[in-house]
Structure formats: C-alpha cells, structure tokens
C-alpha cells in the first residue's frame, strides 16, 4: 500500500539545498512534517522559510537539525531521537546528502576519496541505522537513498563518486531484503545532472571530458526529480532490472519470511515452556 503523506514524520537530509530542498518542498505540499538535517544553520533557516510558504494546513512543522551525517554516529543517532521526541516516528527518510568532487584519478587527493565515500555512503548509514528499528517495530516505513546515473555507471573523472555512489545501490539492496518482512521499503534513485548549486560547484573541478559526457545529456530541474523520486517513495513499483532478478530475489526473499516465522515460533515456545 502506499505511505500517506499527510501527518507522515518525513526527515531529509540534504534538505537544505538543491534536490533535497525539493524532496521537502514536495512532501511538505503533501500534508507532511519536515525534518531538515544539514550543517550550515543559515542555510538550513533560509530553506525552512521557503518552504513553510508551501503550507496546506495550520498543523504543519518543519524542524531544523544542524549536523555532520558523516562524522559520528552516536551524534546522528541522538539528533534523530531529538526529531522523534518533536514530531514522532520517523515514517519515511530521504538519505539526500551528499557531495561530488571531479578530476582524474591521479589528480584528485586521496583525502577526496575518504571524503566522498564518508559523506555520500556513511552519511546515509548513519541515518538510516538510526531510524530502521523503529520502523521495523511499526511495520512502518520508507528509506530513500539518493544515488546518481554515476551510481549505475562509471564514468570519466568519477573514480571517487561513482564509487561512493555505487556502495549506496549494494547498501539499499541488501537492506531492503531485509526489512520487506517488516513492511518497510527501500528505494534508490539515480537522477541525472540536475541544476543545483551543489552542481554548480562540481562544475568547476570537471575535467573536459567529464564536462563533454555530462553534455550529451540535458540538465534536469530539482523540481522535476525531486516529484519522481518522492513518488517512486510513496509507490514502490518494480524496474526492468528487478524484474530480472524476480525469481532469484522472490526465493531469497520467501529464505527470509521463513526465518521469521520460524524466529516468531520458537519464542511462542519459549514463553508458553
Ligand atoms: N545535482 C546533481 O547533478 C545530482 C546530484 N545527485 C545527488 O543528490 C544529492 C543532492 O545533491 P544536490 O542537490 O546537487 O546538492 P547540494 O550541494 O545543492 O545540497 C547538498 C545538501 O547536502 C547537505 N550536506 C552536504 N554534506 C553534508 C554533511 N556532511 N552532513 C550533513 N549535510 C550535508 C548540504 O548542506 P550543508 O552543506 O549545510 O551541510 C545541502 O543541504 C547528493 O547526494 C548528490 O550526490 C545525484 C545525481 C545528480
Ligand atoms: C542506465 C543509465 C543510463 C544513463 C545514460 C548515461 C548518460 C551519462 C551522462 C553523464 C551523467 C553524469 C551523471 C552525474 C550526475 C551527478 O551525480 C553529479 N552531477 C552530482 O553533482
């Protein structure tokens, strides 16, 4: 069944810019509250702004949270229980930011790849480790995982990102195995370059033959991606590629729902011995 939106605890890291900022904007239009998860204290204040303006009921909050999703977990941890005490459960998080640094393998730092891979892959473990039990709990819940195009190919100067981006589709895929049984669902989205001002600052480290791949592609509106990938959230519907992998992932799947029951049996055993 698909996630009603109106009343739903919607947290979005990233949510102070860009994609992120849309994906609030468009669940906010929907009857959401918003939690806001990002570093910058202006720029999260000056989105939270913006987006009040798109209010449809007098009930509606959007909740600001300053806070390195990459750096300490217990830190991400407590902001999250801070956000569930404010506005309850958390009913679907969007894992949104993340950073892209371009250059030739030889020419980027290789703190740049430590950066990447823990900004981009860390910082949507980290949330979504926070919030997965609850969920579980409640039979409750959406995971969204923002990848790339770059996160489904490897492309020229993207020895870092697509990495980093990669490790999120492994991620999401495994994850979602898991918590099925529970009624929680994980979905990834890889959009394209999309006008932002987190795009507009890659821009300026691209190497012309980055630059000239990007180019055979057009530029997509935050706007525009943000609805499709709040959509594919709230209606879980099945790819081609999924759809090839059907008969693999319905028999591991029906491995795990069996563990289930039998983990749920054995402890109606112990309680009545
Ligand atoms: N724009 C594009 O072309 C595409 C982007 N993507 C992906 O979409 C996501 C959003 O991109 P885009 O909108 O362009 O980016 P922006 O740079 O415009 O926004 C990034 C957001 O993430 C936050 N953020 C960055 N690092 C951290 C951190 N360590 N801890 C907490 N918050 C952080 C920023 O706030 P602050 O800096 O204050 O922390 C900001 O809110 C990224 O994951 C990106 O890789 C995917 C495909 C295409
Ligand atoms: C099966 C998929 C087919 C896709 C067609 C390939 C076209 C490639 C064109 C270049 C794409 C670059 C994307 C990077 C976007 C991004 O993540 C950064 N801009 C972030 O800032």
């Not at 932002?196 to 980055?210: C, I, M, S, V, W």
């Not at 509106?221 to 943000?226: F, G, I, R």
Request: aromatic fraction near 8%.
């Amino acid at each position: 069944k698909p996630l009603a939106l109106p009343g739903a605890h919607v947290v979005v890291t990233g949510g102070s810019s860009g994609i992120g900022k849309c994906i609030a904007i468009e669940c906010y239009k929907q009857g959401a509250f918003i939690t806001l998860v990002a570093r910058n204290e202006d720029k999260l204040l000056q989105a939270k702004k913006e987006i009040e303006k798109h209010s449809i009921n007098d009930k509606q909050v959007v909740l600001c949270i300053s806070v390195d999703v990459s750096q300490d977990y217990s830190q991400v941890e407590n902001v999250i229980k801070q956000a569930q005490e404010k506005l309850g459960p958390v009913d679907m998080l969007v894992n949104c930011a993340g950073m892209s640094l371009a250059g030739k393998f030889e020419d980027l730092e290789v703190s740049t790849f430590e950066r990447l891979m823990s900004v981009n892959y860390l910082g949507s473990v980290y949330p979504s480790r926070a919030v997965i039990a609850t969920m579980k709990e409640r039979r409750v819940g959406r995971v969204v995982f923002v990848s790339s195009q770059a996160g489904q190919l490897g492309l020229f100067g993207y020895t870092a990102y697509s990495s980093s981006k990669f490790a999120i589709r492994g991620l999401a895929e495994a994850l979602q195995m898991e918590v099925k049984p529970y009624n929680v669902y994980v979905t990834v989205a890889y959009p394209p370059d999309t006008d932002t001002p987190g795009f507009a600052k890659e821009n300026q480290t691209k190497p012309l033959e980055t630059r000239l791949i990007s180019e055979t592609t057009s530029v997509c509106k935050p706007e525009q991606v943000a609805k499709q990938i709040v959509k594919d959230a709230i209606v879980v519907t099945m790819g081609l590629f999924r759809t090839i992998a059907l008969f693999y992932l319905g028999s591991f799947d029906s491995i795990v729902r069996r563990c289930m029951m039998q983990k749920a049996k054995s402890e109606t055993i112990d309680k009545t011995a």
